[in-house]
């Protein structure tokens, strides 16, 4: 089983096009994961209709395209105050074989210490199962940089 976590924006898609390939060579599943990050200031039960929206109809692209490869794609969208935490403890709570994550890559500066972004590192630092890294050079959305989540 793959992981995929979804935001909008070709950093996941070609996050996807890549799990895609893989999951269709080990005839292996993919789950599409949607994390909602909620605030600390709010209940992780609060209604967010415009990112639920948001993420559904990223998660029905994602299985469009994972039905383009001959690929079953599971959705799935979870509540959580950070992203990281919450994709490793689906791959923990699932027995990922990987996480296949889309990102473009940032710039480096003197202080700043994440190449892909905070999300991303999280992942890359406390998977327990390997991580694969689908970089893009788009500076758009990513799964950190625009302040969503994965």
């Known amino acids: 089983m793959l992981i995929v976590p979804i935001v909008e924006g070709q950093a996941s898609d070609n996050a996807l096009d890549v799990a895609c390939s893989l999951a269709a060579e080990r005839r292996a599943r993919i789950v599409a ?17 415009a990112e639920e929206e948001r993420a559904n109809r990223e998660l029905d ?26 994709i490793v ?20 500066s003197a202080t700043s210490r994440a190449v892909f972004g905070q999300t991303v590192d999280y992942v890359l630092k406390n998977a327990p199962c390997r991580v694969m890294v689908a970089s893009s050079p788009e500076r758009g959305r990513s799964l950190r940089e625009t302040g969503a989540a994965a």
């Open 33 to 49: 994961l949607s994390v909602l990050e909620v605030p600390l200031d709010v209940p992780l039960e609060v209604v967010l209709p």
């Open 61 to 86: 692209e994602a299985r469009a395209i994972g039905d383009s490869y001959g690929v079953t794609v599971v959705d799935r969208i979870v509540r959580a105050r950070s992203a990281g935490a919450a």
């Open 89 to 108: 403890d689906e791959a923990l709570r699932r027995g990922t074989e990987i996480i296949v994550l889309g990102s473009a890559r940032k710039s480096m």
